[in-house]
């Protein structure tokens, strides 16, 4: 059985979704007040538990082979912080698995995830890291690139579908391989028992290293009409975002932060071992456009 740690989150639901399709086995870890029970209709098998409480772990994971996880505090508040999720809960939940008998552990991890990085969340990532190497389970780790879900809707999508400007942070020239996350997904489910995964770290990005400039353009032709863009320096808040507490604060920081660097990766090779048709850029707006406006954590809709 396959134990799930994060799928009421964009990234380990898709990967949940897919097992189930696939007639696996599936445990999850939630939360009671998660919006759990979708996944549970699909037929996933639900167990309470906080990464915050150890002691909730030991029993999700009695009779599990494999255990995947997603989970983290980024876009969370309270009680759950980079520091309680990302860093004591990755701890207690590496502990736990190494005294269950799993056979792999499928850690989803960030490109830049360093024990030694200066921001917080790539600093615990890189530490759950270096502990799952050091315990002696059979460990994949999957270090992404920026997903394109997450960012681009925020960015360009949701502004460019009402013909509102679009803000970038500098000049929007740096290339970052962005990744859908069903690509994400199908690379976690892929890597499930392939020895190509087995003790490996694997960085995952998508088929093409494209700049800020190149997605406004990408909208452009998708909705066949031109996004008109400002742009402001590292370090001013973007503007025309909800009202949301911290939300400006953290997509300005993260765009000042990508222009920092670029983040090219080839990923052919990555892809053909594991079977995934990676999701071009003009195919993921598409699918964008196509579909309804996104929710946002505020509970608007993508203008
Ligand atoms: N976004 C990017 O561009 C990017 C780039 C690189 C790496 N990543 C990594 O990709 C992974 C997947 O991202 P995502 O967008 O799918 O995340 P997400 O949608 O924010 O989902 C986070 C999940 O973690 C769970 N979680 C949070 N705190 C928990 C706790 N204390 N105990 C148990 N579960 C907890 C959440 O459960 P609840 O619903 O109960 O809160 C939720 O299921 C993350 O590890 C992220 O760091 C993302």
Redesign the pocket.
């Known amino acids: 059985m396959i134990l799930i740690?994060?799928?009421?989150?964009?990234?380990?639901?898709?990967i949940a979704r897919q097992l189930l399709q696939n007639r696996q086995d599936v445990r999850i870890?939630?939360?009671p007040?998660?919006?759990?029970q979708p996944l549970v209709e699909a037929g996933a098998q639900p167990i309470f538990?906080?990464?915050?409480?150890p002691l909730s772990l030991a029993p999700a994971l009695a009779g599990i082979d494999t255990v995947v996880?997603?989970?983290?505090?980024?876009?969370?508040s309270g009680?759950?912080t980079i520091d309680?999720?990302?860093l004591a809960?990755n701890q207690n939940l590496i502990d736990a698995v190494a005294r269950a008998g799993v056979q792999q552990f499928i850690f989803?991890?960030?490109?830049g995830?360093t024990p030694d990085s200066p921001v917080p969340?790539m600093r615990a990532?890189g530490m759950a890291e270096a502990r799952l190497r050091d315990s002696g389970i059979g460990y994949s780790i999957?270090?992404?690139?920026?997903?394109?879900?997450?960012?681009l809707p925020w960015i360009v999508g949701g502004l460019a579908r009402t013909g509102q400007p679009v803000t970038l942070v500098g000049e929007g020239r740096r290339r970052h391989s962005?990744v859908a996350?069903a690509d994400?997904a199908a690379f976690a489910v892929a890597a499930i028992g392939h020895l190509a995964a087995m003790n490996q770290r694997l960085v995952i990005g998508g088929p093409e290293a494209v700049s800020w400039r190149d997605v406004v353009a990408t909208y452009e032709r998708v909705l066949g009409r031109p996004i008109s863009v400002q742009t402001i320096a590292p370090g001013e808040l973007l503007p025309n975002l909800p009202p949301v507490p911290g939300l400006a604060d953290a997509l300005s920081s993260?765009m000042a932060f990508l222009e920092t660097f670029d983040s090219p990766i080839e990923m052919a090779e990555t892809a053909r071992t594991f079977g995934v048709r990676l999701t071009p850029l003009e195919g993921f707006v598409r699918q964008e456009m196509a579909s309804a406006p996104s929710p946002r954590p505020d509970g608007l809709a993508h203008a």
């Open positions: 740690i994060g799928a009421t989150g964009l990234v380990g639901g898709l870890l939630v939360r007040n998660s919006p759990y538990g906080d990464l915050k409480d996880s997603t989970a983290t505090a980024g876009q969370r009680k759950d309680s999720v990302d809960g989803v991890s960030a490109l995830a969340l990532k999957l270090a992404l690139n920026g997903i394109m879900d997450v960012m962005w996350a994400v993260v």
